[in-house]
């Protein structure tokens, strides 16, 4: 709606400061931006939801890492992932197989990514689903003794959210699930989060948000860690122009 347009440069001057860690900036101006925009743009820009990410970055940006990054590549959305040097961990990234694809991902233009591992026996992957309504979520489905595939698993809300989840990575261990959200205590798009599966329990662990450095409030994607958990690799839109990252 054009008479919406002033109205919404308030809320992308709010993203701005978001994406470049102002977050009590960016919640002054998100909280402004609710007193002007009409109903229909609060909701669809997920104004509250952008509002609690910058109250998550806050927290998470007061317990800092150190990262060293190795090496740093500009690539085309399109492809990134085949820069993965995933030979040592065994397995390969591969664009999603047809398979996988619900009548619904396809009318998304689903592309996702998916970490085939070496024993092959689980694919983890996510998908909208059938009607899409909690976004992207992660199933899995296990190799049948004929070598067929199961019918797919939706993992527990305690990994799904109503937000979108996707890029799921398991790690050799067979027990550590690496995985991105925009749900859970995100900063903003996409975080890196791990859970830890009990098999006495036969439960997965609350989600640990990666932090940052790892996790920013721009995307943060497809995270493959090494067994040792030394070595990563991720992609990131943060500092990237339209298409790369």
């Given at each position: 709606n054009p008479n919406d347009a002033p109205k919404d440069a308030l809320f992308y001057l709010a993203k701005t400061n978001h994406i470049?860690?102002?977050?009590?900036?960016?919640?002054?101006?998100?909280?402004?931006?609710?007193?002007?925009?009409?109903?229909?743009?609060?909701?669809?820009?997920?104004?509250?939801?952008?509002?609690?990410?910058?109250?998550?970055?806050k927290r998470l940006l007061s317990n800092l890492t150190d990262l060293v990054i190795i090496s740093k590549k500009q690539l085309n959305e399109i492809d990134y992932f085949k820069a993965y040097d995933v030979k040592e961990i065994g397995g390969k990234l591969l664009i999603k197989p047809d398979d996988y694809i619900s009548a619904y991902d396809k009318k998304k233009k689903d592309k996702s990514v998916v970490y085939l591992p070496k024993t092959g026996e689980r694919l983890y992957y996510s998908s909208y689903g059938e009607n899409g309504n909690t976004g992207r979520d992660i199933y899995y489905v296990n190799r049948l003794p004929n070598g067929s595939w199961s019918k797919p698993t939706m993992l527990p809300s305690t990994i799904n959210t109503e937000f979108d989840e996707d890029?799921?990575?398991?790690?050799?261990?067979?027990?550590?699930?690496?995985?991105?959200?925009?749900?859970?205590?995100?900063?903003?798009?996409?975080?890196?989060?791990?859970?830890?599966?009990?098999?006495?329990?036969?439960?997965?662990?609350?989600?640990?948000?990666?932090?940052?450095?790892?996790?920013?409030?721009?995307?943060?994607?497809?995270?493959?860690?090494?067994?040792?958990?030394?070595?990563?690799?991720?992609?990131?839109?943060?500092?990237?122009?339209?298409?790369?990252?």
């Open positions: 470049n860690y102002k977050f009590d900036e960016a919640i002054k101006l998100y909280t402004e931006y609710k007193k002007i925009g009409s109903a229909s743009s609060i909701k669809k820009l997920q104004v509250d939801r952008e509002i609690q990410a910058c109250k998550n970055g890029y799921p990575f398991l790690h050799p261990n067979g027990k550590t699930l690496y995985f991105n959200s925009k749900g859970h205590n995100s900063m903003g798009g996409y975080d890196v989060f791990k859970t830890t599966y009990d098999a006495t329990t036969q439960t997965w662990s609350k989600p640990e948000n990666m932090e940052f450095p790892i996790s920013s409030p721009d995307d943060d994607i497809l995270f493959v860690t090494d067994s040792l958990e030394k070595t990563a690799f991720f992609s990131t839109g943060r500092y990237s122009p339209y298409g790369k990252i």
